[in-house]
């Protein structure tokens, strides 16, 4: 079984600044691509950053420039952090770790936060 936990969501002023952390543990082979997707009200999830396992980083256009995320291998941790945060960018956010687990073959999965509420408001 393998499981994730994240944490650092919140509320913010816009400007303001927050991290979000989310930790893998369990019984995995190895940690893949980790990646953070968003949910706001009303809309569909959408890809807010990624990492894969040598460091190559993608964000949304949105984001470019104010966030950031990391990897921690180590600690089967990725990070976002987020500043200069805005209005637009209140949501419920995601993780997605890829992990792989292997008897006979290496099998590939992923599996998804539970969510941490980012709300940005003066």
């Known amino acids: 079984q393998v499981q994730v936990v994240e944490s650092g969501g919140g509320l913010v002023q816009p400007g303001g600044s927050l991290r979000l952390s989310c930790a893998a543990s369990?019984?995995?082979?190895?940690?893949?691509?980790m990646g953070w997707y968003r949910q706001a009200l009303g809309k569909q999830r959408e890809l807010v950053a990624a990492?894969?396992?040598?460091?190559?980083?993608n964000y949304a256009d949105s984001v470019k420039g104010r966030f950031t995320i990391s990897r921690d291998n180590a600690k089967n941790t990725v990070y976002l952090q987020m500043n200069s945060l805005k209005f637009e960018d209140t949501a419920v956010y995601y993780c997605?770790?890829?992990?792989?687990?292997?008897?006979?073959?290496?099998?590939?999965?992923?599996?998804w936060g539970q969510g941490t509420q980012v709300t940005v408001s003066s």
């Open positions: 990492i894969t396992t040598d460091g190559s980083t």
């Open positions: 997605n770790i890829q992990y792989s687990t292997k008897t006979l073959l290496i099998m590939w999965r992923d599996i």
């Open positions: 369990g019984s995995f082979f190895s940690i893949g691509g």
